[in-house]
């Protein structure tokens, strides 16, 4: 098939599952086949449909990719360009390298324990039980566990709580005075896409 971007490329099949994108890290060349790859109406950027078959929903689940577009869709014209996909692709590969790092037992799913312990060693001073609610509202297809999409929204969502959370804190107790309001704003502004 040939493209607008000049390149002779064999174009898989739109499907949802395992994703159209390879694992792991890529060259900027790699990367960029893999972007005119899953660019579906060639017009140069990936929307959220392209992008959600890109990543695999069943890895990314829906409110996952809809959040990582919202962060890298810089212009927010609800579609990324390749520079774009470029800085959300190494995000997502950090994020996938800290996933596997407290997945101890690789089975490709976290538990309250695996959580609690990457929470600690990112700074946050949770409570086990707190971890054990988390997994619970994040969790993937099986009670108990959350997936790695679950927990690249779980943990960008805590960032933008904490972040809006720590506007508040101004002595940096982890105590904070909030109106109404001022809870809201940190719930829309920070937690949700």
Request: aromatic fraction near 14%.
């Amino acid at each position: 098939m040939h493209s607008s971007y000049g390149n002779t490329l064999s174009y898989t099949p739109y499907q949802y599952g395992q994703g159209l994108l390879p694992k792991g890290n890529l060259s900027e060349e790699d990367l960029r086949q893999a972007f005119y790859r899953v660019d579906r109406d060639r017009n140069g950027f990936i929307s959220y449909e392209e992008l959600r078959v890109a990543l695999g929903d069943d890895i990314i689940n829906q409110e996952t990719c809809r959040l990582l577009l919202s962060l890298y869709d810089t212009n927010k014209d609800g579609q990324i360009s390749f520079e774009e996909f470029k800085s959300l692709w190494g995000y997502v590969q950090k994020w996938r390298e800290c996933f596997q790092n407290f997945d101890k037992d690789r089975n490709g799913v976290i538990d309250a324990s695996e959580l609690h312990q990457a929470l600690n060693q990112f700074g946050y001073r949770l409570s086990y039980p707190f971890c054990q609610s988390l997994v619970s509202k994040f969790r993937s297809h099986m009670p108990h566990v959350m997936n790695f999409g679950s927990f690249i929204q779980c943990c960008v969502m805590l960032k933008g709580f904490t972040s809006g959370f720590a506007a508040k804190d101004v002595q940096r107790r982890g105590i904070a005075t909030l109106t109404y309001e001022d809870f809201l704003s940190i719930v829309f502004m920070h937690g949700t896409t």
